[in-house]
């Protein structure tokens, strides 16, 4: 058995993939640099990343694949699961064995559960768009810490970038520690450092002076809709994990109900 | 000077704002009864770097009765003229009453949006004066948002019974969706709960809208340059329970609508009981959900899954069962037709399957291709096969159930299966 050893990007991936061909190694895993521990039975390889390896392969499956299934491969990559890298080998072995696209045979494990993965990644995209909350905060910039299950910023950029095209914006994720800014013109991932003291989870003390008055208008919504006759917490826990709750201002709010 | 005059301002900016959370829970809980909240179907696109579009039906928050929140939804005043046995903003029933002015209907809806709390704005109205003058608020916001604001999120617009073509005209330049409700299931009903209406007035805003998108998706096609006209169609919606009509009439009116009034949803609201009139069931009578969940089920068959209305109720079967879904009662009384073989059938008849959806359907078509499907690989698909097994044959499987009389099925699947509505059902179960 062979670990090749990658830097844990996209194209670091597909890097490895090229080099398990190119080596032409018997058994391969694909290992993350930082989980990655030596193992006196197998053999190690690392790889370094290179982006025309990386082009190679992407190209060769965009001939073999449609555009939706190489987005599909991307999508299951950010879930960020444990041995995602090894499914997405296999596929990929799969794909460049067969001369038409194996994108639908769900009967081959490995397309299944990319297929699944991405379903799952697309889910919790969808939720970001839904469940991102701005505060407007001084310096006209809105401003909304995440916390998503995968890591699917890369996805949502195109979202925001089109629907809030006339305002400056910044979506954090605090688990990841890196954000998307957009000013107005292009978006750009941003990493910050604050300090122990300093909460990213509490920007009340940047608050633009009318943000409070919109947030206690959103509450006031959020209960006035409700339909207490109708009530079904099991429904609505269910389409609003709790786990979302701490960045939503209509929870924060209401959550006393539970 | 300076200090005094800044406390000035936050002292009437939280006055301000008290009333205007007030206002706005007035409004929003007359609107609630409004069930609609689609904003999905339009494809206005960001225009010259403004705010938003309507590309995508997203659901912002989901309300404690589990119900989405996709729109601000909210009545430009609850104020009316009417009088109608149903509605919470009734003229004799004793609420408080409100009204938003133009200006504070613009800045909610800009500022809940640039927050991502919405999709756009709903805006319905209690009637004032009269319908073309209620009509004229509505669309005044709704170009506002467009023109002063370059605001390109959803907006949908109900249209008042009896306003005047000239109004609807521009309401659908500015509106994504515009709908008018029929409230009632019959003209019987309508005339009993709503005396102050007419059937008519509200079909007749129906017929023009239908109409004028006609034209508008014809000269599109030839003239790209041709604005939007209400480019998310229109809905209806019905309340439920309220009055006696059975499924099959119900359905029936639904089914007109789609056909001849090409319209994009029928609503279905479970009558919520808020008065004490006769004519209605009294408050604490429970909100007739279950119904209300079959008969969308069936208007789900009837719109995607290629089911014709007699298939699903006719003169003799008037009623949806309660304890099934209206595609397993369907299949139950068509045994003759089953079993399907999930290798070879077409995705039409697959997709008739108690138990089997359309994505799970177009799956197992693209996926046979490559190798012969077990149930074993339909149970990796996610496929929940307790109903779907009774009906399917694939590799592997020898039909077992053909010996068994549709109620003896019908019994058996909803004892091995669990039904979110089973503790409505229970006792009767217990019969058996």
């Known amino acids: ?258 | 000077m300076f200090s005094i005059f800044a406390v000035g301002t936050i002292a009437n900016t939280i006055r301000m704002s008290d009333r205007n959370v007030e206002k706005l829970s007035i409004l929003a809980d007359a609107a609630k009864y409004d069930v609609s909240c689609s904003s999905s179907g339009s494809d206005r696109k960001n225009a010259n770097k403004g705010l938003g579009n309507a590309s995508n039906g997203i659901c912002h928050a989901y309300t404690e009765d589990g119900r989405c929140v996709s729109l601000l939804k909210i009545l430009l005043t609850n104020h009316c003229i009417f009088d109608c046995a149903y509605c919470v903003s009734r003229k004799s029933n004793d609420v408080k009453r409100a009204a938003f002015t133009v200006q504070e209907v613009v800045d909610l809806t800009i500022n809940f949006y640039r927050r991502n709390y919405i999709e756009g704005l709903f805006l319905s109205s209690g009637i004032f004066k009269n319908a073309d003058f209620t009509m004229e608020r509505l669309v005044r916001i709704a170009k506002k948002l467009r023109l002063e604001e370059n605001f390109h999120g959803y907006i949908h617009l109900k249209a008042i019974p009896g306003a005047s073509d000239e109004l609807l005209k521009e309401a659908g330049l500015y509106a994504d969706r515009l709908s008018v409700n029929v409230e009632m299931p019959t003209e019987q009903s309508l005339k009993l709960l709503a005396p102050d209406k007419n059937r008519q007035d509200m079909l007749s805003p129906m017929k023009y809208l239908k109409n004028a998108i006609i034209e508008n998706r014809a000269d599109k096609k030839v003239f790209k340059t041709t604005p939007l006209f209400a480019p998310a169609g229109q809905s209806t919606q019905m309340v439920i329970g309220a009055t006696p009509e059975s499924d099959l009439q119900i359905l029936w009116m639904a089914n007109q609508f789609y056909e001849k009034m090409n319209l994009k949803r029928v609503y279905y609201s479970g009558y919520v009981p808020i008065s004490n009139d006769n004519r209605l069931p009294a408050i604490g009578t429970p909100v007739p959900m279950i119904r209300e969940n079959r008969l969308y089920q069936a208007d789900w068959l009837m719109r995607f899954y290629g089911f014709k209305l007699n298939e699903i109720v006719d003169p003799a079967n008037p009623l949806l069962d309660m304890d099934i879904d209206p595609k397993l009662s369907w299949a139950l009384r068509n045994m003759q037709l089953f079993p399907v073989d999930i290798n070879k059938a077409d995705l039409a008849l697959i997709m008739r399957i108690p138990g089997i959806g359309i994505p799970s359907a177009r799956k197992i078509v693209a996926a046979r291709k490559f190798s012969t499907l077990t149930l074993d690989h339909l149970k990796k698909f996610g496929i929940a096969l307790n109903k779907a097994k009774h009906f399917i044959t694939c590799k592997g499987t020898s039909w077992m159930q053909k010996e068994m009389h549709p109620l003896q099925l019908k019994q058996h699947i909803l004892q091995t299966s669990v039904s979110k509505y089973a503790p409505n059902f229970s006792p009767q179960l217990k019969l058996f």
């Open chain 1, 1 to 258: 058995m062979t670990n090749i050893i990658y830097d844990g990007s996209f194209e670091g991936l597909l890097t490895a993939v090229f080099e398990a061909y190119e080596y032409k190694f018997e058994q391969v895993k694909i290992v993350l640099q930082k989980h990655f521990q030596p193992s006196p039975f197998d053999k190690e390889h690392r790889c370094i990343t290179d982006e025309r390896k990386a082009e190679r392969v992407w190209k060769g499956l965009k001939q073999k694949l449609s555009a939706a299934a190489c987005a599909q491969l991307y999508k299951a990559f950010l879930s960020e699961d444990a041995g995602i890298e090894n499914t997405l080998l296999q596929y990929i072995q799969h794909a460049f064995s067969h001369p038409q696209s194996i994108e639908s045979d769900f009967s081959h494990p490995a397309v299944l559960l990319v297929s699944r993965t991405a379903k799952k990644v697309y889910r919790e995209k969808h939720r970001m768009e839904a469940f991102i909350r701005f505060q407007l905060v001084k310096d006209n910039l809105y401003y909304a810490i995440c916390q998503p299950d995968f890591n699917v910023l890369p996805l949502i950029e195109k979202h925001f970038k089109d629907r809030y095209a006339d305002q400056r914006w910044l979506i954090f994720d605090s688990y990841r520690k890196y954000g998307i800014y957009y000013d107005l013109t292009e978006v750009n991932n941003v990493e910050f450092t604050f300090s122990e003291d300093s909460s990213t989870d509490d920007a009340s003390s940047a608050w633009h002076e009318s943000e409070e008055m919109y947030q206690v208008l959103w509450q006031q919504y959020f209960s006035s809709v409700n339909i207490a006759a109708r009530k079904n917490t099991k429904l609505h826990v269910q389409h609003m994990p709790k786990r979302y709750w701490k960045y939503l201002p209509e929870k924060k709010a209401g959550s006393k109900d539970f």
